[in-house]
């Protein structure tokens, strides 16, 4: 496509649900990354794939918070048994080439509330 | 913790002025990024500049790294109300993967 791709756009949970935010990205790009920000606050990262290798997650919160992309191209983040201190927008980025220094593009995000 | 720190935090100017952002960073890296957020929006490149670079334009954008001083300042000039967003900067760390983000700067051009 001709952007990041995320779904679903809004998705509020009951607190203990499970959920799984999809990402598309732009297709060929290498690298994505995973971050999510808070009101007000600049996007704190998560987690990086370079294709379906997961070389970085030093930024998952907690145990309950699961990252994949099986093959290379769409990637999944997974909450479980979601807290209210979960509510943000997860927002994703691909990068064409880790070793091109070249810019992100994010997509719009997808704005999670725990009720 | 995020990397990039920047400065103001907040700032209101007059459309026309000139709005100065800086973004300052504590390890080595391999390139700045400048983005911008509208409410409730995605975030929007606006300029990469890489470690061996000292200053780039583009269009009413001006970026100047100083990586001796793990600093960087982003100038639109001739401001519109149009650029009223918060603006990040973002830095790709030597040899890592991850791209850290600062807290950013709110802008506020009044028409």
């Known amino acids: 496509g001709a952007g990041v791709s995320q779904s679903p756009r809004y998705k509020v949970a009951k607190r203990g649900q499970d959920v799984a935010l999809r990402c598309d990205p732009i297709?060929?790009?290498?690298?994505l990354f995973w971050y999510q920000q808070a009101l007000g606050q600049g996007p704190e990262f998560l987690t990086y794939?370079?294709?379906?290798?997961?070389?970085?997650k030093s930024g998952l919160p907690s145990d309950r918070f699961f990252a994949e992309r099986p093959e290379g191209s769409v990637s999944t983040l997974k909450i479980q048994r979601t807290q209210q201190e979960d509510s943000a927008v997860y927002l994703c980025?691909?990068?064409?080439?880790?070793?091109?220094?070249?810019?992100?593009?994010f997509g719009q995000g997808t704005r999670l509330t725990v009720v | 913790s995020q990397q990039g720190e920047e400065d103001p935090q907040a700032l209101s100017i007059q459309e026309g002025e000139n709005a100065t952002m800086n973004c300052s960073y504590k390890t080595s890296i391999n390139n700045l990024q400048w983005y911008r957020q509208n409410s409730g929006r995605g975030l929007v490149h606006l300029i990469l500049?890489?470690?061996?670079?000292r200053e780039k334009h583009s269009g009413r954008l001006r970026v100047t790294l100083d990586t001796s001083k793990k600093s960087s300042s982003l100038l639109i000039t001739a401001s519109r109300a149009a650029d009223t967003a918060s603006y990040f900067c973002a830095t790709e760390k030597t040899g890592g993967f991850k791209t850290i983000f600062g807290a950013g700067t709110r802008l506020f051009v009044k028409a």
């Open positions: 297709s060929g790009h290498v690298s």
């Open positions: 794939f370079q294709n379906e290798a997961q070389l970085d």
């Open positions: 980025a691909s990068s064409l080439d880790p070793q091109m220094n070249t810019e992100a593009f």
């Open positions: 500049i890489r470690s061996n670079e």
